[in-house]
């Protein structure tokens, strides 16, 4: 099973961010997202689709349906810059997106 | 605060081993699966291997099958990831990872991650 990202998302500080990860029928599974800020390891931000973990700020949102999810990070921030992953769970194996690189400028 | 901390990499010839260790903390260990994904320099995640928590369940990605193997234990709480015949193409920054709350094969927490070179 293959995920698709963009390469690249660029957003204005305040607008919203739209990643979005493709994926045959992808709505039928559970979709989860990660941060990695450069330098870092990766975090947590969306589980399950539309959950956030606890300390992940409600400007994050997620979405899944038909062969689209999607994070929305709504009033973007210049600490938002980072790469973002999808991920989804393939019957035996993990499966994550190539990563998206998110600009906020 | 759940956490966990790698150990064990370092710089090896193709064919070589390596043993890498996760120690957890803050967190019943013997309740969540764990993993381990491998970021090379510039590139993406790549998830390597990951096994449940009773560890009845292993998984493996097809680029390692056969050569890594994840193990676990409970009365220590630490993950293992033994890796034989390795090649220049491991070479990567090794994350352990808490598998998430719910099953779903995801993780909720990472380490810092340690580092494995592979060259002639």
């Known amino acids: 099973y293959e995920v698709t990202q963009p390469l690249s998302v660029s957003v204005t500080p305040g607008e919203t961010a739209t990643i979005t990860c493709g994926g045959d029928?992808?709505?039928?599974?559970?979709v989860h997202w990660y941060q990695q800020r450069p330098g870092q390891a990766p975090v947590l931000v969306i589980f399950r689709n539309s959950n956030r973990p606890s300390g992940i700020p409600d400007r994050f949102s997620g979405s899944n349906s038909g062969n689209m999810a999607t994070l929305t990070i709504n009033r973007a921030q210049t600490g938002d810059e980072a790469d973002y992953y999808c991920q989804v769970w393939d019957s035996t194996a993990v499966v994550f997106g190539g990563g998206t690189n998110l600009a906020v400028l | 605060e759940a956490q966990v901390l790698e150990s064990g990499g370092g710089s090896v010839q193709p064919g070589e081993s390596l043993r890498l260790s996760c120690a957890a903390s803050g967190f019943t260990f013997r309740s969540y699966a764990m993993g381990w994904i491998r970021q090379a320099p510039g590139r993406g995640l790549e998830w390597v291997s990951s096994?449940?928590?009773?560890?009845?369940?292993?998984f493996y990605a097809d680029s390692v099958e056969g050569r890594f193997a994840i193990s676990r234990d409970d009365s220590k709480n630490i993950l293992s990831l033994r890796m034989n015949n390795l090649r220049v193409e491991d070479s990567a920054l090794y994350y352990c990872?808490?598998?998430?709350?719910?099953?779903?094969?995801?993780?909720?927490?990472w380490g810092q991650g340690t580092r494995v070179t592979v060259s002639a």
């Open positions: 096994i449940s928590r009773d560890g009845d369940y292993i």
């Open positions: 990872a808490k598998g998430g709350e719910y099953g779903d094969w995801n993780f909720d927490q």
């Open positions: 029928k992808i709505g039928r599974r559970n």
